[in-house]
């Protein structure tokens, strides 16, 4: 997705002091991905003049809401995400008071985490939106447990189309796939996720497009299964399962979720969504 965006001009930026403040009579207009980005920054780009059009997903949005009503009720809210992600920054620019971050279970039990809380009895828990379901469920029970009266929301924060993919490669798994081709960019969560859950029973090969996928290392797999992250777009999944066709592979689909009717409202331009939280 952001590759084809390039081919059309388009900077792809991680600063917002990356992006040029415009001239007289010249527009500048920054888009802000799905998974988020530093709320604050975004003020300073709109200060700046720089349109903004914010694409942040509503389900990105939903665990900043619930570290906003946490701060709100002078809550702590413990966030499980990933260092330096936009997604995590994003989180940790609503309340950065009132959020500690945790980078998984163990540095969840850790003293640098305990030594952070003001009082544990008015803790909160939100999450990254594309982490392993499984993980997702443990480190909630864990924490739970250590902090009896945790605030956890009430839907997990994990979206569906993370969800979803995950059960499909276990499914692949199940289906008897020895190798297992995930196709995503290595900077995007949730296709980290897939091969990694790919790994825990198959060969796992994670590639970025089909130039990366050399055909030959599948010989002697008599199931290798297909699948990718999130945001890749269907010409690359045809272009890859178009690979296995040609090479006389018959496709067997497994049984997903069925996405159909999931719609999103467009982004409104000139929209920070960040302060409506
Ligand atoms: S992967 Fe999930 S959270 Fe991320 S943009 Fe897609 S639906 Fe939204």
Redesign the pocket.
């Known amino acids: 997705m952001v590759n084809r965006y390039k081919e059309q001009g388009v900077a792809h930026v991680k600063e917002a002091s990356e992006v040029p403040t415009p001239e007289p009579n010249e527009r500048v207009i920054a888009l802000i991905g799905?998974?988020g980005f530093n709320g604050v920054e975004i003020d300073l780009l709109q200060t700046r003049g720089v349109e903004v059009r914010d694409t942040v997903?509503p389900?990105?949005l939903k665990p900043y809401s619930e570290i906003k009503r946490n701060s709100n009720d002078q809550v702590q809210t413990l966030y499980w995400g990933q260092e330096g992600h936009a997604e995590t920054l994003g989180a940790m620019s609503v309340a950065s008071d009132w959020t500690i971050l945790i980078k998984d279970l163990e540095h969840a039990l850790s003293e640098e985490v305990a030594g952070q809380i003001k009082d544990p009895e008015r803790l909160g828990y939100a999450s990254q939106?594309?982490h392993n379901w499984d993980e997702a469920m443990k480190m909630m029970d864990v924490l739970r447990e250590k902090y009896p009266n945790l605030r956890t929301p009430k839907k997990e924060d994990i979206?569906?189309?993370?969800k979803n993919r995950q059960d499909a490669v276990r499914s692949l798994l199940d289906a008897g796939a020895t190798a297992i081709v995930v196709v995503g960019s290595p900077t995007s969560s949730?296709s980290t996720r897939l091969a990694e859950i790919a790994s825990e029973g198959a060969k796992a090969y994670f590639v970025d497009s089909v130039e990366e996928l050399n055909p030959d290392l599948f010989y002697g797999h008599e199931a290798v299964g297909i699948t990718s992250g999130?945001?890749v777009e269907e010409d690359t999944m045809f272009d890859v399962m178009k690979i296995f066709i040609d090479k006389g592979s018959k496709l067997v689909p497994v049984t997903v979720a069925d996405e159909s009717n999931i719609h999103f409202k467009p982004s409104q331009p000139g929209k920070n969504y960040y302060n409506e939280l």
């Open positions: 799905p998974h997903c389900l990105v939106t594309t979206c569906f189309a993370t949730n999130a945001s």
